[in-house]
């Protein structure tokens, strides 16, 4: 991805000057660039090329729109978007504060009340988006930024694109998402995501902010993504201060089960404020049938194998 940047600055010198290098990781590499018309500061994001082969531009700047649709306070938002040769490129304001990630990094473990104000900002925008059809897929504390008091959450439309090439991107030993925060169903490859997974990752955010742990956390990224179809996640009370009824929403909105969570992630907001009553998490189904040898049947060991190789490939590409 170095060699990009000699690519990008020569193809975009008359629209955007290019300062640094902020960040990589495994989507994309981003820069810090100035906007020549308006010396506006943005972040400028070039998806790496195994990837940006894999989703194909057509799929990428379609899905790059439909981000640029979404109008909310807690959004970033797309400025620009394009394509160098086989580099995908999209833009976004520079945010000059920092992401959740730093911030628990550096305190560890935040305050409820400060942890709730983060998922409420958070929450409203998963709201919003899900209101126009647009499941984000990738929450997670680097996406959620802080700039003074305003929380956003970027990189809308990216995990999108990304994630309806699920089965090719597998092929190549990429997964979409973050094992840490993802959900179960998006762990075994279902094709059919909606706003429940969302809700899933921004309570294991939550739950995180809180207790200063993910509640699911392996010694590998395979290991990470099984246990959380082992059980419940550990409790926080009493040894995390938090009201009862904010715990029980946080561990009902973990469920495993999608069809056991809040209908919608407003719903999961109206329960931690009090405005809901969150019932205990539904009871789990029985147990999977199995055959006289004690084999599952094909379709649990396809699920179970399909996990097991993402997390497989997750670990080989660390």
């Known amino acids: ?27 994309a ?12 500061a943005v972040a400028l994001k070039v998806l790496n090329p195994e990837l940006a082969k894999t989703v194909g531009a057509d799929r990428f700047k ?23 040769e086989d580099l995908l490129w999209f833009t976004m304001p520079y945010v000059q504060g920092e992401n959740l990630q730093d911030l628990m990094q550096r305190e560890q473990q935040l305050t409820t009340e400060r942890a709730m104000t983060i998922t409420r900002a958070v ?22 930024l802080l700039d003074g008091e305003r929380v956003m959450v970027a990189d809308f439309g990216v995990a ?5 090439m699920h089965e090719k991107l597998t092929a190549t030993g990429m997964i979409v998402g973050t094992p840490v925060y993802m959900s179960p169903e998006q762990a075994a490859g279902e094709k059919e995501i909606d706003g429940r997974a969302d809700q899933y990752a921004l309570a294991s955010v939550l739950y995180e902010m809180v207790s200063g742990e ?22 926080l009370r009493p040894v995390i201060d938090v009201p009862e009824a904010v715990e029980r929403t946080i561990m009902r909105a973990l469920d495993k089960e999608p069809n056991a969570r809040f209908a919608t992630v407003a719903e999961f907001l109206d329960a931690l404020e009090g405005r809901a009553v969150a ?6 189904p029985s147990p999977t049938p199995v055959t006289t040898a004690g084999v599952p049947p094909a379709s649990s060991r396809r699920g179970c194998l399909a996990l097991l190789v993402g997390g497989l490939l997750l670990r080989r590409r660390r």
């Open 279 to 284: 019932p205990p998490a539904a009871a789990a």
């Open 214 to 235: 993910p509640p699911f956390k392996g010694p590998t990224p395979a290991a990470t993504l099984m246990r959380r179809f082992a059980g419940p996640p550990r409790p």
């Open 160 to 164: 999108r694109a990304v994630s309806e």
């Open 123 to 144: 929450g409203s925008a998963l709201a919003h988006a899900h209101e126009q059809g647009v499941i984000h897929r990738d929450i997670k504390p680097d996406n959620i």
């Open 62 to 84: 379609r899905e790059i729109r439909v981000a640029g649709s979404l109008d909310h306070p807690n959004i970033l938002g797309v400025l620009d978007s394009g394509e160098v």
């Open 29 to 40: 590499t981003v820069f810090l660039a100035h906007e020549l018309a308006s010396g506006q």
């Open 1 to 27: 991805m170095t060699d990009a940047l000699p690519t990008l600055q020569t193809a975009l010198a008359d629209r955007y000057r290019f300062d640094k290098e902020l960040g990589r990781g495994g989507m």
